[in-house]
T-cell receptor, first 113, second 113 residues
């Protein structure tokens, strides 16, 4: 078990709604990355936060946004939910000064109906 | 485009046998690779990593081999156990700073008792 926690565990939303997912990083880690994992696929990088700023972004539209707080925890916000947003959302924490391996939380299962 | 892929989607082995899971990558500029294990309903679990200046790295019952000439990565699991049953992903880290990870599709390992 890593020290990365995520909430909620499961969530059901309706198309067009907005959702906020939360992540607490492992102790000593200052960087948080978010990934989307569709069923049967590998995780896809959404973005990373370091020093409370976005530090790299994958191929996701602007309705995916995030925040990082002074305690290094993070939020992922998704606006105008679409059916294809249904997925497991994973956050991973790491330490910017190395070692660089990312440790994942258990994920939040989002279902959009 | 850039991608990290796996040769086989499923692998079935007998308990006690050795397992080999393969991965191909296309970006020769990648300098850091990680293997993750993902059990059903859980987030990816870090297994072992290797940097591009190495050919081989060993952990507890696991060995990762990197062949930069043919852009190939493999994970060897010795004396495979039922608890090793999971989906295994290789991931590529492009900037060696704990940034964006590019994941492959995954190989499902099934261990028969």
């Amino acid at each position: 078990e890593t020290g990365v926690t995520q909430s909620p565990t499961h969530l059901i939303k309706t198309r067009g709604q907005q959702v906020t997912l939360r992540c607490s990083s492992q102790s000593g880690h200052n960087t948080v990355s978010w990934y989307q994992q569709a069923l049967g696929q590998g995780p896809q990088f959404i973005f990373q936060y370091y020093r409370e700023e976005e530090n790299g972004r994958g191929n996701f539209p602007p309705r995916f946004s995030g925040l990082q707080f002074p305690n290094y925890s993070s939020e992922l916000n998704v606006n105008a939910l679409e059916l294809d947003d249904s997925a497991l959302y994973l956050c991973a924490s790491s330490f910017s000064e190395g070692p660089y391996e990312q440790y994942f939380g258990p994920g939040t299962r989002l279902t959009v109906t | 485009g850039e991608s990290v892929g796996l040769h086989l989607p499923t692998l079935s082995v007998q308990e006690g046998d050795n397992s080999i899971i393969n991965c191909a990558y296309s970006n020769s500029a990648s300098d850091y690779f990680i293997w993750y294990k993902q059990e059903s309903g859980k987030g990816p679990q870090f297994i072992i990593d290797i940097r591009s200046n190495m050919d081989k790295r060993q952990g507890q019952r696991v060995t990762v081999l990197l062949n930069k000439t043919v852009k190939h990565l493999s994970l060897q699991i010795a004396a495979t156990q039922p608890g090793d049953s999971a989906v295994y992903f290789c991931a590529e880290n492009k900037d060696n700073q704990g940034g964006k990870l590019i994941f492959g599709q995954g190989t499902e390992l099934s261990v028969k008792p």
